[in-house]
């Protein structure tokens, strides 16, 4: 999620930032709505350190969007299924601006029914998913999101990938503190970490991969040329996996992590899948209670020693950045700015 | 969650088990309709060879109705807070009965919502989570539960114990083919499964747990006396773990696992907690897709080399105890009998 990036450090500020993200965006095919969200997505990721996610995407969009893979200019359709349920079809575009055009209903649902759940397929993620959560338990909600990716990851006992990097993502009000948020892979380390070791020329902890024949390698790029991740915490972590393909891919109506072929577009890198949202409004049951409960817990763990909560290192870097600017390093900054040259 | 039992194998007919259990139970301070659920649980458990939840349990059944921990008799009271929430208070008795009594209710409102959330809490469970989802499956939805417990879980990062084994249960129906259905606690091993290697004199694998100084040990009697298990995946199963807190517990108004307090109750074993379940309909969105697709899924994860899929050594259990009886052994046979004599 987050290994530093190297270089000479600079520091921008956000909303400079996010207007040149924005502007690559709209000069590489994106709508101003699909650019306006991703920009501010990939802003996000890069000011709160989530480097993996952040500047470092930039190209993969881009060379997606000249491939002609996606669609930037996509218009999701919204359908009203249910008293609970919203479903979107993000028509061959990317997931955020799929869950920006029907984020009202889904809130305004959850509100009335206590629970509600967005189905969104026909959709591209390529980002960070603790964005996709962390807003709502900053209006009091508790969200749980999963996506599923591209073939890269051993299921638990089989002999070759078929999962996808599989993320799940949790987010929950906590009272006088910032919200709790993780977001996991549901592979022993994220595609875009193994990325940034084998550009970064370092070793992988043990148990993170094998190479092409199937054997254990630390070589993140033994990893990416023909080989494969392993799931975190063995059987476990692929059933949780499994799980997110069931509800991110069957349940959407999205593609699973193998289904889709972009050979034909050289330079894609964005898993045209599905993703799901389940959004509970806590106050149906125990009013402003919950956020109370949800600080004993916090309470709690740091009195069993615990320094850093889960989301915890992503505020501590957006509040530096909120200050001095988002870092990232002068050559970052100058190939941005020559992609809207 | 199924090491095997030791001593003289016997089969004893499902019916006559369950009814057994049912007398013993009754015996000791249920209800008829709570022993009749209990029962059916537990023989269930016993059928499909999860052997820490099942005839196992008995005995910490019957010490905590006679401590007066648990309410036996508890009539449990059913809100119908929203269109997709309904909550449960237990009154003191057990998780299972409340499920029952409030199971209609939640089933009608995932089939007209799309999704449906039962809150349950003043409750205690004691048993395997499989069982809560297994039957939603059957009948075509796609269930997830989780229930926290008591405190033997020491947080990622931190140096004492706090969250409970917390397991997390999925189950998604599948055409042609059992339901996928998977349950597994956020430790590193499930607490029953402790108590039997310690009861065999086994030792454990490497990783489970810590003893009473905080240091690594393989020995699962350091681990019940004073030690304590470990979240299993490092941090990402940790994160898990407090997210069965924060929804079996903050969101129900349950008990968080370290909540209670029974040293007053000598022979209290079940953990006064909460639980949560989601019930999705699949059929709003993609009709009988779902299960074609879920189909698919089980199709690839063999074509990549699983040769057992999440669950399916429960129901291969199943099929030779439909046959031939449920397994026990001899002792624990004459151990049943002994409780209703």
Known sequence: MSAPSTGTAVRVPFTELQNLLQAILQRHGCSETVAQVLAHNCASAQRDGAHSHGVFRIPGYVSTLASGWVDGQARPKVSDVAAGYVSVDAAGGFAQPALAAARELLVAKARNAGIAVLAIHNSHHFAALWPDVEPFAEEGLVALSVVNSMTCVVPHGARKPLFGTNP?????????????????????MAHGDVQIAARAGQQLPEGMGVDANGQPTTD????????????????KGSALSMMVELLAAALTGGHFSWEFDWSSHPGAKTPWTGQLI???????????????????LVEQMQAVGLTRMP???????????????????????????????
């Open 168 to 188: 799940i993502a949790f987010a929950a009000p906590c009272a006088e503190h910032d919200p709790i948020v993780f977001d996991m892979a549901t592979s022993a």
């Open 220 to 235: 993140p790029k033994a990893i990416l040329e023909g080989g494969a991740l392993l799931p975190f915490g063995g059987h």
């Open 278 to 296: 389940i959004v509970i409004d806590p106050s149906k049951a125990e009013g402003e209670r919950f956020a109370q409960r949800s600080r004993e």
């Open 311 to 341: 989301g915890e290192r992503r505020y501590r870097e957006r509040e530096v950045a909120e200050e001095e600017g988002v870092a990232l390093t002068e050559q970052e900054l100058q190939g941005l700015k020559a992609l809207v040259a």
